[in-house]
Nanobody, 126 residues
Framework: HVQLVESGGGAVQAGGSLRLSCTIS????????MGWYRQAPGSECEMVSA???????TYADSVKGRFAMSTDNTKKLMRLRMNALQAEDTAMYYC?????????????????????WGQGTQVTVS
């Protein structure tokens, strides 16, 4: 049974930082593509970042250089470190997984690629 649970959202002033976490169960990390996406009110979902099974990452241009994604296989965690936050980053953030996924595939930067996602955690930047 695959389950993803996000935490770490909150309210922060522009220029501040937050670290989101996603606890994942039912997934073998080596056989999964994972990522983060966000959705602001009235807007479409936007992929923020994706990580391949080899640990390489991809970021949306809007967050490149400010956000950093990582995974911890031992703790079954996926994290998103967000620095220099801007009002435009305000959204509900979701972690997502495609599982099982053949090894060697490239994690895609569109939400429909993923099979599972969490309930979301709100990030508000003022």
């Amino acid at each position: 049974h695959v389950q993803l649970v996000e935490s770490g959202g909150g309210a922060v002033q522009a220029g501040g930082s937050l670290r989101l976490s996603c606890t994942i169960s039912g997934v073998t990390f080596d056989d999964a593509d994972m990522g983060w996406y966000r959705q602001a009110p009235g807007s479409e979902c936007e992929m923020v970042s994706a990580i391949n099974s080899d640990g390489s990452t991809t970021y949306a241009d809007s967050v490149k250089g400010r956000f950093a994604m990582s995974t911890d296989n031992t703790k079954k965690l996926m994290r998103l470190r967000m620095n220099a936050l801007q009002a435009e980053d305000t959204a509900m953030y979701y972690c997502a997984a495609k599982y099982p996924c053949p090894r060697g595939t490239t994690a895609q930067m569109y939400v429909a690629w993923y099979d599972y996602w969490g309930q979301g955690t709100q990030v508000t930047v003022s």
